[in-house]
C-alpha cells in the first residue's frame, strides 16, 4: 500500500466512517427519498449496487444513457403535434418530503473508490462529514443546495478533478433535479484550487465530460463500489 | 513525478489550464523568460504569465502538448546549456531570421551583430566554433528539390507534397493529421543538417547550441534521430535571459575584427557562405528555389507569381512563353499561418480520405454542377495551392522571421507585424546572398537526412482521431 | 407587465441546450443533449399550436448538439449546428431534387418548404475539442465558431453553405470559450470565455484582430448579446458565472482599430445563482436566464439605469435554464426558454404601456 504515491498515513477503517445511529434500514431510506415509490426504486437500486459487479454495474449505465439518448417516442412523428407539459403546476405538491442532510450526502459520497487507491474517499479522507453543508427545506418546489468540500491527498494531485467528477457524477444520479451541487476543494488543500473548483462546477465541462467514454469509464470504475 | 506522469498520459486527466505551457500574452519583461517558470505542469496560471508559446509558435499545443513533450522541452533550455558538461568542445549556430532580431533589439547592423555575437560566445562560453546555417539550408534545399522532382514524376496529378522544415506543422501533421504523413518530403532542416556538418568536421563529442526562431525547433532536437546532430535549441529571447543570468553584457564584446568570420568557421566550410542567405521567401524560400530549379531544365519558361486568398499564401507557377501559349510547367506553394494550414490539411484530407457522408458529396455535386459555370479563366490569376507540385509551410504567419521565439516585444498585432515587416526587409537588405544553385558551389557531402515521422495504419489513425476528438481532458 | 407560459413542449429526456428561430420567426431549431436537432413550427401562437416537424439525421452528431444559429438571408434556409463532437453540421432545406436547374424559381416559393426535409450540406471540421457557441455575421457571410480549444474561428462561405474556408483562427482567450455573438449591423464579433472576459474582435487587412477586451466580470461569461437599437451607439450585454449581467458600451475607437470599452451597468442583482444566457431585445429589454431557474426582465427606465421589470422562478419547474431568447411574433414579445427537463418554453411578454 505504501507503494502509492499520494498515500494517506490515516486511512480510516470502513466500519469507522461516521454513520447515522439508526439502524433500520427503511428508516435510513425513508430520511434521504421519503416516498414509498422512491423507496422501492433505491431498495432495487441498492440491491443492483451492493452486488458491486462490473457487469451488473455497467447494464446500469448503459441504461442511465439510453434514457438520456432515447426521446419520447411519441414526438419522432412528423404528424403529431409536440406533446404539452403543464409548467404551472407540478405532482406531488402536497406530499411530505424529508430534507437530505450530511450524513446522506456522506453516506451517497464517502464509498467512491479513488482513482488511484483500492480505498474509498471516505477512508482516505478525501470525504469528511464535517465538510458537507446542506441547504435544504424539503420542499419539493424549491431548489436545494448541496456544498462539498472535498480534501485531496496531496496538494498537487491532478486527480482532484476526477474525484470531483465521480462525486457530482455520483450525486446528479442519486438525488432529484432540484438540487444543486457545488464541490469545492478544501481551501490549503491544492495548489490550483480555483482552477480545480472552476472546472467542477462548469456545468457544461461536466456534461461533456459525461460524454467522453474514457473518462466515463474510470468514473463508472470509481461509482462501482458505492453502497 | 514519473510514476504519476506515466499514469496521466495514459488517461490524462490533467484539464488544458493546469498542464498547458500557453499564457496569454507577455505583458511585462518581454525578453525575461522565467528559467523555473516555463514549463512547469501544475501552477496557477496567474504564476506563469511570462512566458508564451502561443499556437501560432506550436500547432500542437492547444491542449495537446503531452507530459512527454513538455519533458522533452525542458531538455532544450538555456539553463541545460549553461549545465553542460564544459569539457565538450562547443559549437554555435545561429538562424539568420534570428539575428535580424537580436540586431534590431541591440541597434546593431547584422554584420556587427554577426562579429560580436562570435566574440561572446568565443570569449565568455569558450566557443570554438560560430556559424549561419546556410549550409545547412543549401544541402536542404538541394535534397527538397530533387524530392519534389521525384514525386512529381511518380504522382503526377495527385496531391502536393509539403515540406517537414517547419517542426510545429510536422508535428501536428503526426499527431492530429497522420494520412498526411505520406506527403511530407523527408528532408531534414538546416538546424539538423548544419549539426551533422559541424559534428562530421570535429568529432561526436562536439556540443552543438543552436538559435532557432521558432520553440518547435526544441520538440525537433528532441526526436530520437535528431539528438546527434543538436544538443541544445534556444531562442533569442532565452539568449537574453542567458546573457542576463551570466552577467554578460553583450554590446561590451563589440568588434571590427572580421577575421572572427573564418577562425570561428570549421576548415570543412566556408565562413562566408556560411552566413549568407539566398534569394526566396525569409524561411529558406524552399518554393521559389524549386520553380527556378525547374526553370533551368525548360529554356524560355518564366516564373509567374500569383497572390492567395490572404497575403500569407503565395506560389510560383513556371509556365512556357506566354506567346507559346503559358502552359504551366512545375508549381510551388508558400503557405503560412494556422487558419492558411487547416484550410490546407481540411482540403488535403478530404482528397485522401472522401467524406463518408456520402450525401454531401453527391449533393455538393449536383449543385456544383448546376450552379458554377466553372470560370477557368480566373485560375490563371490566383494561386490555387492545392494543386501545386510543392507547398512550403510554415506555422508561424510570414514564416520564421515572425518566430514566437524572436525578441519582439511589440503590444499589438499590427506592432507586431510591423515589426516584422522591418525584420524581413533588413533580412534581404543585409545579408549577403548564395544562389544555391549555383554549380560552383562547393558543397560539402552529406549522406541523406532523414526524420523517422510517426506513421499510422488506418485503424490506428481511427484511434488516434477518436483520441483527438474525445480529448484527453475534460 | 408580466410573463405568462404559452406552451411547455417536452421534446426529450435530457437537456436541451439552445434554440434558434429562422430569420422569417416560424420555425424554431433546437440543439439538445441526446445528439439531435429538432426542428418545431409554430402554427399558431392564439392557438397555441406548435409542431414538432423534423428529426434531423442524428447519425451525424457523435454527442449532445450544444448550439443551432439559423443563416440569415439564405434562400432555402440554412442551418448550422455545433457539437461536443467539435464539428459544426451546415443543413438546408431540400429543394425538389429533380428541379435544380430551376433553382431561380424556387427560391422564391415557400410551397417547396414544406417538407421540413434537411439535407446536410458540409461538416467543418477543425476544432480540437468541443464546439461551444456558434453565429452567423448579420449578412450571414461569416460564421463564427467558438470551442473550449480556447479559440474562435471565423469562417467564410459562399452562398449554399457547401464551401468553408477558414479566414482567421483567433487565439487570445486562454481558456474555454463559451459564446460567439455578431452586431446586428457590422462586421464585429464579441466572444464570451471562461477566463471571464468578453473579446470584441473586428476585421482587419485580410484577418481579424481583437480591438478590445471586457474584464469585469467575476466568473466565467457565458453569455453576451450586442443591443438591436439602430443608434450609433454600440453595447452588448453579458451575463456570467457571477450571478450579475453587465452592460457595456464602446466608447471611442481609436485610429489604430482599438476600442474603448466601459461598463455602463452592473444590472440589478436578481439571480441567485449562474446566469447563463442573456438575450437583447429589439424595442430594448434584456431577458437573463440560469441556474436558478428564474427569467428575469429588465428595462433601462434612464439612460444606463436599469431595472427589473419581471421575475419568473421556476421557469422549467426546478431544473436549470441554459438558454433564453426574444422574438417578435405579429407585434408580440415572445420569449423562449431552453432548460435541462428537455423542454421549451414558450413566454408571452406584455408590456403595460401605461407605466
Redesign the interface.
Given at each position: 500500500m505504501s507503494d502509492y504515491l499520494n498515500d494517506n498515513p490515516n486511512v480510516v477503517e470502513e466500519n469507522d466512517l461516521p454513520s447515522r445511529k439508526v439502524s433500520e434500514d427503511d428508516q435510513l431510506l425513508m430520511g434521504s427519498v421519503g416516498s414509498q415509490t422512491c423507496l422501492k426504486k433505491k431498495r432495487l437500486l441498492l440491491k443492483i449496487d451492493n452486488s458491486g459487479q462490473s457487469s451488473v454495474q455497467q447494464a446500469v449505465e448503459l441504461l442511465d444513457k439510453m434514457l438520456l439518448l432515447n426521446s419520447a417516442p411519441e414526438l419522432t412523428s412528423d404528424e403529431e403535434s409536440v406533446e404539452e407539459t403543464d409548467g404551472e403546476s407540478l405532482e406531488q405538491t402536497n406530499e411530505e418530503w424529508e430534507p437530505v442532510d450530511a450524513q446522506e450526502i456522506y453516506d451517497l459520497t464517502a464509498h467512491i473508490s479513488d482513482p488511484e487507491h483500492p480505498l474509498s474517499l471516505g477512508q482516505l479522507s478525501i470525504v469528511n462529514l464535517e465538510d458537507i453543508e446542506v441547504h435544504d427545506d424539503g420542499d419539493y418546489n424549491k431548489m436545494a443546495e448541496v456544498i462539498i468540500r472535498i480534501t485531496p491527498t496531496i496538494t498537487h494531485c491532478s486527480l482532484a478533478t476526477l474525484i470531483g467528477l465521480g462525486i457530482r457524477v455520483r450525486l446528479e444520479r442519486a438525488l432529484p433535479p432540484r438540487y444543486r451541487f457545488t464541490i469545492l476543494l478544501k481551501k490549503g488543500s491544492h495548489t490550483s484550487e480555483n482552477q480545480v473548483n472552476k472546472q467542477l462546477n462548469d456545468k457544461e465541462r461536466v456534461a461533456a465530460a459525461c460524454e467522453n467514454e474514457q473518462l466515463l469509464g474510470v468514473v463508472s470504475k470509481m461509482l462501482s463500489t458505492c453502497k | 513525478m514519473s510514476?504519476?506522469l506515466s499514469?496521466?498520459d495514459l488517461?490524462d486527466?490533467?484539464?488544458?489550464?493546469?498542464a498547458c505551457t500557453?499564457?496569454?500574452?507577455v505583458t511585462h519583461e518581454p525578453s525575461g523568460v522565467d528559467p523555473n517558470g516555463e514549463y512547469v505542469v501544475?501552477?496557477?496560471?496567474e504564476a506563469v504569465s511570462k512566458v508564451s508559446i502561443?499556437?501560432?509558435d506550436c500547432l500542437a499545443c492547444?491542449?495537446?502538448i503531452t507530459s512527454s513533450e513538455e519533458i522533452m522541452l525542458q531538455r532544450q533550455s538555456h539553463d541545460v546549456f549553461l549545465k553542460r558538461d564544459t569539457s565538450r568542445p562547443l559549437a554555435v549556430s545561429i538562424a539568420p531570421q534570428c539575428r535580424v532580431s537580436l540586431a534590431t533589439h541591440y541597434g546593431m547592423t547584422v554584420q556587427e551583430f554577426d562579429l560580436c555575437l562570435i566574440n561572446v560566445f568565443q570569449q565568455r562560453f569558450g566557443a570554438q566554433y560560430v556559424v549561419g546555417i546556410e549550409y545547412g539550408r543549401i544541402i536542404s534545399l538541394h535534397r527538397t528539390i530533387e524530392a519534389v522532382r521525384q514525386w512529381k514524376a511518380q504522382q503526377e496529378g495527385a496531391a502536393p507534397c509539403l515540406s517537414a522544415i517547419d517542426p510545429g506543422f510536422t508535428i501536428y501533421t503526426e499527431k492530429?493529421k497522420n494520412e498526411l504523413v505520406p506527403l511530407l518530403v523527408n528532408v531534414k532542416s538546416p538546424q539538423q543538417t548544419t549539426g551533422h556538418l559541424l559534428k562530421a568536421a570535429t568529432g561526436p563529442e562536439l556540443y552543438h547550441l543552436t538559435i532557432q526562431a521558432v520553440f518547435d525547433k526544441k520538440l525537433e532536437a528532441s526526436r530520437t534521430e535528431c539528438e546527434a546532430e543538436v544538443d541544445c535549441v534556444i531562442t533569442p529571447r532565452e539568449l537574453l535571459s542567458l546573457f542576463a543570468e551570466t552577467d554578460t553584457d553583450f554590446v561590451q564584446f563589440r568588434t571590427q575584427e572580421t577575421s572572427l568570420y573564418t577562425a570561428a568557421c570549421p576548415p570543412t566550410l566556408s565562413a562566408e557562405i556560411s552566413w549568407s542567405s539566398n534569394e526566396g521567401n525569409s524561411s529558406g524560400g524552399y518554393a521559389y528555389q524549386y520553380i527556378r530549379a525547374q526553370q533551368q531544365l525548360y529554356p524560355g519558361s518564366c516564373i509567374l507569381e500569383l497572390p492567395g486568398?490572404?497575403?500569407y499564401i503565395r506560389e510560383f507557377r513556371l509556365v512556357t512563353d506566354p506567346h507559346a501559349g503559358g502552359a504551366t510547367l512545375a508549381s510551388a506553394t508558400e503557405l503560412s499561418g494556422?487558419?492558411n494550414i487547416?484550410?490546407m490539411v481540411?482540403h488535403l484530407s478530404q482528397r485522401a480520405h472522401p467524406?463518408p457522408?456520402r450525401?454531401?458529396q453527391s449533393?455538393?455535386k449536383?449543385?456544383?454542377n448546376?450552379?458554377t459555370t466553372s470560370p477557368s479563366s480566373s485560375s490563371s490569376s490566383f494561386a490555387r495551392p492545392y494543386e501545386t507540385d510543392f507547398i512550403e509551410v510554415n506555422a508561424s504567419p510570414g514564416g520564421a522571421i515572425n518566430g514566437g521565439g524572436l525578441v519582439n516585444d511589440a503590444q499589438?498585432?499590427?506592432q507586431r507585424e510591423e515589426l516584422t515587416a522591418q525584420f524581413e526587409r533588413r533580412y534581404h537588405a543585409e545579408l549577403s546572398s548564395v544562389d544555391p544553385l549555383d554549380s560552383r558551389l562547393a558543397v560539402p557531402a552529406t549522406p541523406p537526412l532523414h526524420y523517422e515521422f510517426l506513421q499510422l495504419d488506418p485503424q490506428q489513425q481511427q484511434q488516434q482521431r477518436d483520441l483527438?476528438?474525445?480529448?484527453?481532458t475534460? | 407587465m408580466a410573463i405568462s407560459l404559452i406552451r411547455s413542449l417536452k421534446l426529450q429526456n435530457g437537456k436541451t441546450w439552445a434554440l434558434d428561430f429562422t430569420p422569417q420567426g416560424n420555425k424554431l431549431a433546437i440543439a439538445s443533449e441526446d445528439h439531435k436537432i429538432k426542428l418545431v413550427e409554430i402554427e399558431s401562437l392564439e392557438k397555441k399550436q406548435f409542431k414538432l416537424v423534423n428529426v434531423l439525421d442524428d447519425t451525424v452528431h457523435k454527442k449532445a448538439v450544444r448550439t443551432v444559429a439559423w443563416r440569415p438571408h439564405s434562400n432555402p434556409p440554412c442551418l448550422a449546428a455545433g457539437s461536443f463532437d467539435t464539428t459544426v453540421s451546415i443543413w438546408s432545406f431540400a429543394n425538389n431534387d429533380n428541379a435544380i436547374e430551376d433553382d431561380d424559381d424556387d427560391d422564391d416559393a415557400g410551397a417547396g418548404l414544406e417538407a421540413n426535409e434537411m439535407d446536410l450540406m458540409a461538416i467543418i471540421e477543425g476544432h480540437e475539442n468541443e464546439i461551444k457557441g456558434i453565429a452567423w455575421s448579420h449578412d450571414g457571410m461569416f460564421l463564427a465558431t467558438c470551442s473550449r480549444d480556447k479559440s474562435v474561428w471565423i469562417w467564410e462561405t459562399d452562398e449554399m453553405g457547401e464551401d468553408f474556408e477558414c479566414v482567421s483562427v483567433l487565439q487570445e482567450h486562454s481558456q474555454d470559450v463559451k459564446d460567439v455573438t455578431w452586431h446586428p449591423s457590422k462586421y464585429l464579433l464579441a466572444s464570451s470565455s471562461y477566463d471571464d472576459s468578453v473579446r470584441i474582435w473586428s476585421e482587419f487587412d485580410d484577418d481579424w484582430e481583437c480591438v478590445a477586451v471586457l474584464n469585469g466580470h467575476e466568473g466565467t461569461v457565458w453569455c453576451s448579446d450586442f443591443a438591436k437599437d439602430n443608434s450609433e451607439e454600440t453595447r452588448l450585454c453579458s451575463a456570467s458565472d457571477d450571478s450579475t449581467v453587465r452592460v457595456w458600451k464602446c466608447v471611442e475607437e481609436e485610429p489604430d482599430g482599438q476600442q474603448q470599452w466601459i461598463c455602463e451597468s452592473v444590472l440589478p442583482k436578481a439571480h441567485e445563482r449562474q446566469i447563463y444566457s442573456v438575450s437583447w431585445s429589439d424595442d430594448g429589454l434584456i431577458a437573463s436566464t440560469g441556474s436558478d431557474g428564474s427569467i428575469v426582465v429588465y428595462k433601462e427606465s434612464a439612460p444606463a439605469v436599469w431595472e427589473v421589470v419581471e421575475t419568473r422562478k421556476l421557469a422549467h419547474t426546478v431544473y436549470e435554464v441554459n438558454e433564453i431568447k426574444w422574438i417578435k411574433v405579429n407585434g408580440r414579445n415572445i420569449l423562449v426558454t431552453a432548460g435541462d427537463d428537455g423542454c421549451i418554453n414558450v413566454w408571452d411578454f406584455q408590456v403595460l404601456l401605461s407605466q
Open positions: - | 510514476t504519476l499514469e496521466e488517461n486527466f490533467i484539464s488544458p489550464e493546469l500557453k499564457t496569454t500574452e501544475e501552477k496557477e496560471s502561443t499556437l501560432s492547444s491542449g495537446c492530429t486568398r490572404n497575403k494556422f487558419r487547416q484550410n481540411r467524406h457522408q450525401r454531401v449533393l455538393r449536383r449543385r456544383v448546376a450552379i499589438s498585432r499590427r483527438v476528438t474525445v480529448g484527453n475534460w | -
